[in-house]
């Protein structure tokens, strides 16, 4: 063996520091990604006032919310949230994630420019779905100082 040359061992580690970060990187991208894709649609909300609901238990990731937009078409949140679906497709959505978690949440999120009927007809598929309490969600209303307009 030539004296310059010295035996190297072979490492049987392996090296993870380039993993977590690539990690971290992606952690990163997700958690700013993840609120933009649960938006959904974009719907007016009517201005009512009302006392707030327990934000506890109405999270809109785990309610389940049937969204009217002006033109009356039915979106659901926890399925496709940007495709509207007809009502007895509603029906038979609803219901299977109801069956999963009857406890589950259920609000109606209608456009303020949705005609009565629609947002009837809404409330009536979450009833087929066997949906036993549906609350609305709304925008709190502004407040006027007293005597002014």
């Not at 993870?16 to 990163?28: A, E, F, G, R, S």
């Not at 937009?69 to 007809?86: Q, W």
């Not at 420019?113 to 609350?135: E, T, W």
């Amino acid at each position: 063996m030539p004296a310059g040359r010295q035996k190297r061992r072979l490492m049987g580690e392996i090296n993870v520091v380039p993993y977590i970060d690539v990690m971290l990187v992606l952690l990163i991208i997700f958690m700013v990604t993840a609120p933009l894709l649960t938006q959904g649609i974009e719907v007016e909300l009517p201005k009512v006032g009302a006392e707030p609901m327990d934000p506890d238990r109405y999270i809109e990731s785990e309610a389940l919310v049937l969204s009217v937009d002006r033109d009356g078409r039915l979106y659901l949140n926890l399925v496709e949230p940007e495709t509207p679906v007809d009502s007895g497709v509603a029906v038979e959505r609803a219901a299977a994630l109801l069956s999963r978690n009857p406890d589950r949440p259920v609000m109606v999120r209608a456009d303020a420019r949705a005609s009565y009927g629609d947002v009837a007809a809404a409330m009536r598929v979450l009833q087929d779905a066997g949906a036993g309490q549906i609350g609305m969600v709304t925008d709190p209303e502004e407040l006027t100082a007293p005597g002014g307009r």
